[in-house]
């Protein structure tokens, strides 16, 4: 398994996209008149080119500066495509809201830039990371609050050191309307939830280092908030195994188990089948997962398991089953799961089954001597 670091595509994307707009607007100056968006004249298509051109490379900097910094932790805890959707719900809200602010001016000049944008994704950022810190230039490093207060600074100073002051108020309130986005759809997007786990699953990472019993501890404190997480659901399981109670084992596990879905599931059912806990599962249990997973190996193992175990009202099903799944790949064992199955269960609907579907009689050639 590799252990590099993912690649934030859709930040690279953003950065791409605004740098080569500057290319083009550096050849043609007049992209920026053209492509701007003009309160006069508002235009729904020049309101979303205005997000990616600049008015000089300081104000390009100063934003893909920002953009780098933050990008890549919406894009990596909040899913990639919430950034693209923060980027440009925040972007579209501040060229709206200078529209309102800019409209009544007696000139006002095309809004250009991506600060309103990145302003959401800044905001969206400190919800999810308020106290981690993000690298700004080489050995240097600011936590994302103090990222945010800058940012903020930075727009009361732009507003006040503008040539035009209504026109730099109109930059200013694009900004807090991209802001201001970011935070309702990092609210939306239910950000202080991921950031809750995030904290929590730090705090189990630094647990793991001492006791079981504090883990054990971590993970309940993580489950009384979120009762769904599945690294809290297996730490606290793998807790009472190093614990030695395996009562309480077995209990973590069901719960493990029926409180995940998709590869999480996957998981506890590899760990149960691992570390030989089938115990854990009732055999009802295990047959209706058999069949959910019936093209896996997993199912595969949850059948052996009631074919093995202690007889159980699942166990002529499952011997069917088993007996199917095994019919091309080891046909000599899948009879010898027929045969047992016609011997014991005669009666069951599963022997009747297996007569309707052909397997029994067996052929000539598989029965014995």
């Not at 000089?56 to 990008?71: D, P, R, S």
């Not at 089938?278 to 959910?292: G, I, T, Y």
Request: proline share 6%; charged share 20%.
């Amino acid at each position: 398994m590799s252990n590099r670091a993912p690649v934030p595509v859709v930040t690279l994307s953003l950065i791409g996209l605004n740098l080569a707009a500057a290319v083009a607007t550096t050849l043609d100056p007049t992209l920026a008149d053209r492509y701007g968006f003009w309160a006069v004249r508002p235009d729904g298509f020049r309101a979303f080119t205005s997000l990616f051109l600049h008015a000089n490379l300081l104000h390009l900097a100063g934003n893909l500066v920002f953009l780098a910094a933050v990008g890549p932790l919406v894009e990596f805890h909040a899913r990639a495509w919430r950034l693209g959707t923060v980027y440009i719900a925040s972007g579209l809200a501040g060229v709206g809201a200078h529209y309102l602010v800019a409209r009544s001016l007696e000139f006002s000049p095309p809004l250009v830039g991506a600060s309103g944008a990145i302003a959401g994704v800044v905001a969206y950022a400190t919800l999810l990371y308020m106290g981690m810190k993000v690298p700004v230039a080489p050995e240097l490093g600011l936590k994302v609050s103090v990222l945010t207060l800058v940012w903020v600074a930075l727009q009361g100073v732009g507003a006040l050191m503008a040539n035009n002051a209504e026109a730099g108020s109109t930059a200013y309130w694009s900004h807090l309307a991209g802001f201001f986005v970011g935070l309702v759809l990092a609210f939306l997007f239910r950000a202080p939830k991921q950031a809750s786990l995030r904290i929590g699953h730090e705090a189990l990472d630094r647990m793991n280092q001492r006791s079981p019993a504090a883990v054990l501890a971590t993970a309940e404190a993580i489950l009384a908030k979120h009762p769904s997480d599945p690294r809290a659901l297996r730490d606290r399981a793998i807790a009472y195994g190093d614990l030695h109670e395996p009562d309480k084992e077995a209990a973590a596990i069901r719960e493990w188990v029926e409180r995940t879905q998709g590869e999480p599931q996957r998981e506890s059912l590899a760990y149960i089948r691992d570390h030989r806990l089938w115990q854990a599962l009732e055999p009802l249990d295990r047959a209706r997962l058999a069949h959910a997973y019936q093209e896996d190996s997993l199912g595969e193992a949850l059948l052996e398991s009631l074919v093995k175990g202690p007889d159980n009202p699942q166990r002529a099903d499952a011997l069917l089953s088993l007996a199917e799944c095994l019919s091309d790949r080891d046909p000599v064992r899948s009879q010898a799961l027929l045969t047992e199955l016609a011997e014991k269960y005669s009666g069951h609907g599963a022997f009747q089954l297996a007569q309707q579907r052909g397997h029994w009689p067996l052929p000539k050639s598989g029965a014995k001597s």
